[in-house]
C-alpha cells in the first residue's frame, strides 16, 4: 500500500508543489523581483497580445516600443510627480496627527479620539511616517528592483516563442515527470494568480479614479496623496476600501463637519456598489467571489507571513489554491 501510494500521481504532486512551495519560501529575500517580473510580464504580455489583434506589425516592434512608452511615462511621473506627492502625503499625515493632538468640539468625537488615544494612534502615525520616509530614502534599491524587473520581463518577452520552445524540450528528458507537473502548476497559476491581480488593478485604478473625482468635487485638500493612498489600498480587496474610508473621514470632518463625512460614506458606497456589481462580475471568476469573512482571514494570515506583500498576493494565491484543489461552487440551495 504503500509503495502504491508513492507511486500514485497526487503524491507526485504533492511531494512536487512543497518542493516548489519551499524553493520560493527559500527565496523570500528575492521576492520583490520575482513578483515584480511575473506581474510585469504577465500585464506587459496581455497587452502586447492585445495591440497584435488590432495591428498586424511586428511582435518584437510591438514589445519594445510599448516597453519604451511605459519606461518614458515612469520615467517622467518620478521626475515631475514624485516631490509633489511626497510634500502632499506628508503634509497628509501631519493633518491626521494634528486632529488626533487636537481637542474638538463634539464630545463623541472627543470620547472616540480619547479611547483611540488608549491604543497610541499617535506613535503608529509617527511609525507611518517614518515608513513612508525610508521608502523614499530607499528609492534608489526599489527603482533599481523595478529596472531589474522590467529588463528580465522584456528579454522573456522578445524571446517567448524561443523560451517556450526550448523549455518543452524537458518533457522528453529524464526529468520529464517533473516537467508535467510543473507545467500543470504553471498553468493554473497564470490562469488564476494573474488574471486575479490584473483584475485587481483594473479595480483599483477605476475606484481610484472615481473616488478623487468625488473627492475634487468636495474640494479635498492633497488630493495628489489622497489617490496614490487610494490606489494602493484598492488593490487590497474589502480590507482596502475600510481602511481608506477612515483617514478620508477625518478629513472630511476636519473641512466641513459631519455633513462632508456622510458625502464621502455616500459616493463611497456607491463607488463600492459599482465595484461589487459591476466590476467584480465582469472581470472576476466564480471563484474569487469569495465570502467576506474568508477574504479577512486570508488577509490577516497573508499579512502576518508575508508582510505588505500578503495583502497585494493573499487573495490571488489563495484562489490559486482553490483552482488546484478543484473547488468549485455548489449549485445546491
Not at 518533457?171 to 507545467?183: A, G, Q, R, V
Not at 461589487?276 to 499579512?303: D, G, R, W
Given at each position: 500500500?504503500?509503495?502504491?501510494?508513492?507511486?500514485?500521481?497526487?503524491?507526485?504532486?504533492?511531494?512536487?508543489?512543497?518542493?516548489?512551495?519551499?524553493?520560493?519560501?527559500?527565496?523570500?529575500?528575492?521576492?520583490?523581483?520575482?513578483?515584480?517580473?511575473?506581474?510585469?510580464?504577465?500585464?506587459?504580455?496581455?497587452?502586447?497580445?492585445?495591440?497584435?489583434?488590432?495591428?498586424?506589425?511586428?511582435?518584437?516592434?510591438?514589445?519594445?516600443?510599448?516597453?519604451?512608452?511605459?519606461?518614458?511615462?515612469?520615467?517622467?511621473?518620478?521626475?515631475?510627480?514624485?516631490?509633489?506627492?511626497?510634500?502632499?502625503?506628508?503634509?497628509?499625515?501631519?493633518?491626521?496627527?494634528?486632529?488626533?493632538?487636537?481637542?474638538?468640539?463634539?464630545?463623541?468625537?472627543?470620547?472616540?479620539?480619547?479611547?483611540?488615544?488608549?491604543?497610541?494612534?499617535?506613535?503608529?502615525?509617527?511609525?507611518?511616517?517614518?515608513?513612508?520616509?525610508?521608502?523614499?530614502?530607499?528609492?534608489?534599491?526599489?527603482?533599481?528592483?523595478?529596472?531589474?524587473?522590467?529588463?528580465?520581463?522584456?528579454?522573456?518577452?522578445?524571446?517567448?516563442?524561443?523560451?517556450?520552445?526550448?523549455?518543452k524540450k524537458f518533457?522528453?528528458?529524464?526529468?520529464?515527470?517533473?516537467?508535467?507537473?510543473?507545467?500543470f502548476f504553471a498553468?493554473?497559476?497564470?490562469?488564476?494568480?494573474?488574471?486575479?491581480?490584473?483584475?485587481?488593478?483594473?479595480?483599483?485604478?477605476?475606484?481610484?479614479?472615481?473616488?478623487?473625482?468625488?473627492?475634487?468635487?468636495?474640494?479635498?485638500?492633497?488630493?495628489?496623496?489622497?489617490?496614490?493612498?487610494?490606489?494602493?489600498?484598492?488593490i487590497i480587496p474589502?480590507?482596502?476600501?475600510?481602511?481608506?474610508?477612515?483617514?478620508?473621514?477625518?478629513?472630511?470632518?476636519?473641512?466641513?463637519?459631519?455633513?462632508?463625512?456622510?458625502?464621502?460614506?455616500?459616493?463611497?458606497?456607491?463607488?463600492?456598489?459599482?465595484?461589487?456589481?459591476?466590476?467584480?462580475?465582469?472581470?472576476?471568476?466564480?471563484?474569487?467571489?469569495?465570502?467576506?469573512?474568508?477574504?479577512?482571514?486570508?488577509?490577516?494570515?497573508?499579512?502576518?507571513?508575508?508582510?505588505?506583500?500578503?495583502?497585494?498576493?493573499?487573495?490571488?494565491?489563495?484562489?490559486?489554491?482553490?483552482?488546484?484543489?478543484?473547488?468549485?461552487?455548489?449549485?445546491?440551495?
Open positions: 500500500m504503500i509503495n502504491n501510494l508513492l507511486k500514485s500521481s497526487g503524491f507526485k504532486r504533492i511531494s512536487i508543489f512543497v518542493v516548489i512551495a519551499l524553493a520560493i519560501y527559500a527565496m523570500k529575500s528575492m521576492i520583490n523581483l520575482i513578483l515584480l517580473t511575473f506581474i510585469f510580464t504577465f500585464l506587459m504580455d496581455r497587452l502586447v497580445q492585445f495591440i497584435e489583434g488590432k495591428i498586424r506589425i511586428n511582435r518584437k516592434l510591438i514589445v519594445v516600443v510599448s516597453y519604451g512608452c511605459i519606461v518614458g511615462l515612469l520615467s517622467y511621473s518620478l521626475v515631475m510627480y514624485l516631490p509633489m506627492i511626497a510634500e502632499e502625503i506628508t503634509a497628509l499625515i501631519r493633518q491626521l496627527t494634528a486632529f488626533y493632538t487636537s481637542k474638538h468640539d463634539n464630545v463623541v468625537l472627543n470620547y472616540l479620539v480619547s479611547r483611540i488615544e488608549e491604543v497610541k494612534i499617535s506613535s503608529y502615525l509617527e511609525q507611518g511616517f517614518t515608513f513612508v520616509l525610508k521608502y523614499f530614502t530607499d528609492i534608489s534599491s526599489i527603482g533599481l528592483q523595478i529596472l531589474l524587473s522590467l529588463l528580465m520581463s522584456l528579454f522573456f518577452l522578445l524571446e517567448k516563442p524561443r523560451l517556450i520552445e526550448f523549455t518533457k522528453t528528458s529524464k526529468i520529464s515527470f517533473i516537467y508535467d507537473e510543473i507545467e498553468r493554473k497559476f497564470v490562469r488564476t494568480f494573474g488574471k486575479v491581480i490584473e483584475a485587481q488593478l483594473i479595480i483599483a485604478v477605476v475606484n481610484c479614479v472615481l473616488t478623487t473625482l468625488a473627492l475634487w468635487l468636495l474640494d479635498f485638500p492633497q488630493l495628489g496623496g489622497l489617490s496614490i493612498m487610494i490606489l494602493i489600498l484598492g474589502v480590507a482596502g476600501v475600510i481602511i481608506s474610508l477612515i483617514p478620508l473621514a477625518i478629513i472630511a470632518y476636519s473641512i466641513g463637519g459631519i455633513v462632508t463625512v456622510l458625502y464621502v460614506g455616500l459616493a463611497i458606497l456607491i463607488i463600492h456598489s459599482i465595484e461589487a456589481y459591476i466590476l467584480n462580475p465582469n472581470l472576476m471568476s466564480s471563484k474569487t467571489n469569495l465570502p467576506v469573512f474568508y477574504t479577512f482571514i486570508v488577509l490577516i494570515f497573508s499579512e502576518h507571513f508575508f508582510g505588505i506583500w500578503g495583502l497585494i498576493i493573499g487573495i490571488p494565491v489563495f484562489v490559486f489554491l482553490l483552482d488546484v484543489l478543484e473547488v468549485t461552487e455548489s449549485k445546491d440551495i
